[in-house]
């Protein structure tokens, strides 16, 4: 299966600002997947990123808030936009392929 | 609307013996379901996976029970080791394994402490 570094491992940041989040993966992947989990909450996909086209979201997530990138079938980017104290999860990548290997995480703390 | 529950949000268990982590699900299209296991400051790590096609599935100390009509799924492993303390996610998907895969929906998780 893939091995996916994901980074910053963590982070805190002033409300207002925005954080972009890289994965990248060692091997070529046709889809990209971008959760989030909340405290206490499961693992919520926010998006799809395939390369060569736009994200897919899923109700409740948009574009300006999560801009995504996939430049290329190794490597994807999430930022969170205009941060709010709200914004506090881990958020975490993962490829398609056996089992759904997931990058380590970020863990988001907005202040 | 959470479609895959995991309604025990802890479980502590001895060393040595068998641990057990429920899952339930309410879709009736979802036909592949997934285990988890995450230590803290790391991602989720896959486990083990069961088709619907299946009731069992076993790898070594641990084995997952599917119940179609019930909707549920377990996850048993024996005999438990402290090492297996972490959070388990159960996730669930309703493409077909083998072909391209649908998003998974996960569980809350069940944090299981194995005590010596």
């Known amino acids: 299966s893939a091995v996916i570094s994901q980074k910053p491992s963590r982070d805190i940041c002033q409300r207002g600002t925005s954080l972009t989040i890289q994965c990248q993966v060692d091997?070529?992947?046709?889809?990209m997947f971008w959760y989030r989990q909340q405290p206490g909450q499961s693992l919520t996909l926010i998006a799809t990123a395939n390369q060569g086209s736009e994200a897919t979201y899923e109700s409740g997530f948009v574009i300006d808030k999560f801009p995504i990138s996939r430049p290329n079938l190794t490597f994807s980017t999430l930022t969170v936009s205009n941060m709010s104290p709200e914004d506090s999860s881990i958020y975490l990548c993962?490829?398609?392929?056996?089992?759904?290997?997931f990058g380590s995480g970020t863990r988001l703390t907005v202040v | 609307d959470q479609q895959v529950k995991q309604n025990s949000p802890s479980l502590s268990v001895q060393e040595g013996r068998i641990s057990i982590l429920n899952c339930d699900y309410t879709n009736s299209m979802f036909d592949y379901f997934l285990w988890y296991k995450k230590y803290p400051a790391e991602g989720p790590t896959f486990l083990i996976s069961?088709?619907?096609?299946?009731d069992k599935n076993e790898d070594g100390r641990f084995t997952v029970f599917l119940n179609k009509s019930a909707k549920h799924l377990s996850l048993h492993i024996v005999p438990s080791q402290p090492g297996d303390s972490a959070v388990y996610f159960c996730?669930?998907?309703?493409?077909?394994?083998?072909?391209?895969?649908?998003?998974?929906?996960f569980g809350r998780g069940t944090q299981l402490t194995v005590w010596p």
């Open positions: 091997s070529q992947v046709t889809m």
């Open positions: 069961i088709s619907s096609i299946k």
């Open positions: 996730a669930a998907s309703s493409a077909d394994r083998g072909s391209t895969l649908g998003r998974l929906y």
């Open positions: 993962s490829d398609l392929g056996n089992g759904y290997t």
